[in-house]
DNA sequence: AGCTGCGGGTCGG
DNA sequence: CCGACCCGCAGCT
C-alpha cells in the first residue's frame, strides 16, 4: 500500500515539555495510551532530543523514507498529514504511524500472535511474537492446507494448547518460535503520541502466519459447537477424560478447523528453515497421523527444507469458485449451526486465492485483486466464512471501499503498495465481525 | 477462560 | 545499562 505521509516538524510548536516528566499536556493522549508514570528511562530517548533528526520528514512511512524517526526518540513527528491504513501483518522492519482514531492501532492489534513483553515503559508498549503452532506431523488437509494454529497469548492457555492434538491428524502440536530478530522474537513497538499512534517492528517473521485472532476464536467455537452437539460428543468427552488422565489424546476424527490461508504466507528468504517436504502433494491429504515424520526434538525441530508455506509460492493453485470477493458481506463469528460445524476447513476459510501476485498476501486479496486496485485498503482473508452464503458481488469490496477510517486525510493513489520491506505491506481490516469493524467502517 | 496491559523482578550480554 | 523473559495482578470480554 502507498500512503503519502507527510510529516513535518515543527519545533516551535512543540512545548520544550512535552515529552518531559508527567503527562504531555501538549500531547492529549487520546484512548488506551499508557496513563501511568513517564519513566522514559531508556537512554536512547535522548538522541531525540534533537530536533534536526525529524526535520521535514516527507515521505511515506511504509516506503521506508521516513524512517529517521525511532519509536524510543524523546520527539515523535508530530505533523502528519497522512496517517497509514492498519496493518493485520506487520513484518520486517516496518514502521507505521496511525490515527488514534483508529481502533486496530488503539487496541494495539496484529495478526501475528503477539504477546505483551515488559521493557520497563510505560511509554512505550512492547510485544513479542509468539510464533506458530504447526502440527508435529505436519499433516496437510486434502487440499493441501498446513496447519498454522495461534498460539495463546496467555502462558496458561499456551501450554494448554500445546498439550492438545493437531485438530487435522491429532498428531502432536508443536510450537514454531519465532526468532526472526536476531535469534529473538520479532518484537512490535506502540507507541501514543497526540493524535498519532506511531508503530514500529523489529524483526522478520521466519515463520507462517498463524490464524488470526477471530479464525482461532471461530475455530473454537466450531469446536465448542460440535463438541456440543454432535453424536460423537460423548466420545469427545470420553476422549477429553482420557487426555486430561494421560496426556494424550486417542485418535478420533479430525475436527473442523481454520487453516490459515496458506496464500497468506510470504516466505522470507530466512524462512527456509521450516517444515519438512510433506506438503509437496498439496492436493492429497498428506494427514500423517499414521505416518509421524520424525522430527528433530524440541521446541524447533527446524528440518531446513523448504518450507510448505514457501512452497506453496510456486504452487500454481486451481482458482477458487468463490473468486477472490466472495468474502461475507456479513461477518459472523456465530457458525451457521448446521454448516459450520460440520465443514471442513477449507471450506470454512474464505478463499482469497487467485492472487495474481504470489509474493502478496492473500490479506490482499481485495487489494490486488478485482477489488482491491480500486480500494486501497485491503480486505484481510481473514475474515470469518459463511461459506453458505456467497456474499453478492462487490459485498465485502464495497464494505472495504467504504472502509476508510476516517481519520485518513486522503486515499493513496491506486492502492499499490510500497512497503520496503517487501512489498506486502497492506492494508488488512479483518477485524470484520466486531463492533469495530462498524466503528471504524460506518455503514454510510 | 482467555486476552491485554502493567510492572516488579531476574538473568545474561 | 539494556534486552529478553518470567511471573502475578487487574480489568475486560
Not at 518531559?20 to 531508556?42: E, H, I, K, Q
Not at 487435522?168 to 508443536?174: A, I
Not at 522470507?268 to 509437496?280: D, E, I, M
Not at 464495497?398 to 486525510?409: H, N
Request: net charge positive; proline share 10%.
Amino acid at each position: 500500500m502507498r500512503c503519502d505521509i507527510h510529516v513535518f516538524l515543527l519545533p516551535a510548536l512543540r512545548p520544550a515539555a512535552e515529552s518531559g516528566s508527567g503527562t504531555a499536556v501538549g500531547s492529549p493522549c487520546r484512548g488506551s495510551c499508557f496513563p501511568r508514570g513517564l519513566r522514559c528511562g531508556n537512554s536512547k530517548m535522548l538522541k531525540g532530543a534533537d530536533d534536526s533528526i525529524m526535520e521535514h520528514e516527507d515521505s511515506a512511512s511504509q516506503h521506508g523514507e521516513m524512517t529517521s524517526w525511532d519509536i524510543n526518540d524523546i520527539k515523535l513527528p508530530q505533523h502528519v498529514s497522512q496517517t497509514d491504513w492498519f496493518q493485520e501483518w506487520p513484518d520486517s522492519y516496518v514502521k507505521h504511524i496511525y490515527s488514534s482514531e483508529d481502533k486496530n492501532a488503539q487496541r494495539h492489534h496484529s495478526s501475528w500472535a503477539m504477546r505483551n513483553t515488559n521493557n520497563h515503559n510505560s511509554r512505550i508498549l512492547k510485544k513479542s511474537c509468539l510464533g506458530v503452532v504447526v502440527c508435529g506431523n505436519d499433516c496437510s488437509t486434502l487440499d493441501g492446507r498446513k496447519i498454522y494454529l495461534r498460539p495463546a497469548i496467555c502462558d496458561k492457555a499456551r501450554q494448554k494448547q500445546q498439550r492438545k492434538c493437531c485438530p487435522n491428524c491429532n498428531g502432536p502440536l508443536r510450537l514454531l518460535s519465532c526468532r526472526g530478530h536476531g535469534g529473538y522474537p520479532v518484537t512490535n513497538f506502540w507507541r501514543h503520541e497526540g493524535q498519532f499512534i506511531f508503530f514500529q517492528s523489529k524483526g522478520a517473521h521466519d515463520h507462517p502466519r498463524p490464524e488470526t485472532k477471530l479464525e482461532a476464536e471461530a475455530r473454537r467455537s466450531i469446536q465448542k459447537a460440535k463438541t456440543a452437539f454432535s453424536p460423537s460428543s460423548l466420545r469427545q468427552k470420553r476422549a477429553q477424560e482420557i487426555e486430561s488422565l494421560t496426556g494424550a489424546m486417542p485418535t478420533q476424527e479430525p475436527l473442523p478447523l481454520l487453516l490459515s490461508n496458506p496464500d497468506a504466507h510470504i516466505p522470507p528468504a530466512n524462512f527456509r528453515r521450516h517444515l519438512s517436504k510433506s506438503s509437496q502433494e498439496p492436493m492429497l491429504s498428506s494427514c500423517s497421523g499414521q505416518f509421524p515424520y520424525p522430527r528433530t526434538a524440541g521446541e524447533d525441530g527446524r528440518s531446513g527444507e523448504a518450507p510448505a508455506w514457501g512452497r506453496r509460492l510456486s504452487l500454481s493453485r486451481a482458482p477458487r469458485a468463490q473468486g477472490p470477493c466472495s468474502l461475507p458481506a456479513v461477518p459472523s463469528t456465530a457458525p451457521p449451526p448446521q454448516h459450520c460445524a460440520h465443514l471442513s476447513a477449507q471450506h470454512i476459510l474464505p478463499g482469497t486465492k487467485g492472487s495474481r501476485d504470489p509474493f502478496r498476501s492473500a490479506t490482499g486479496a481485495l487489494g490486488d485483486g478485482s477489488c482491491g486496485e480500486k480500494f486501497p485498503p485491503t480486505y484481510s482473508g481473514s475474515c470469518l466464512p459463511v461459506p453458505p452464503c456467497p456474499a453478492p458481488e462487490g459485498g465485502p469490496c464495497a464494505m472495504a471501499s467504504g472502509a476508510q477510517p476516517r481519520p485518513q486525510l486522503s486515499l493513496p493513489a491506486g492502492g499499490s503498495e510500497g512497503d520496503s520491506g517487501g512489498g506486502r505491506q497492506q492494508v488488512c481490516l479483518n477485524y470484520c465481525n466486531n463492533d469495530m469493524f462498524f466503528n471504524l467502517y460506518p455503514l454510510r
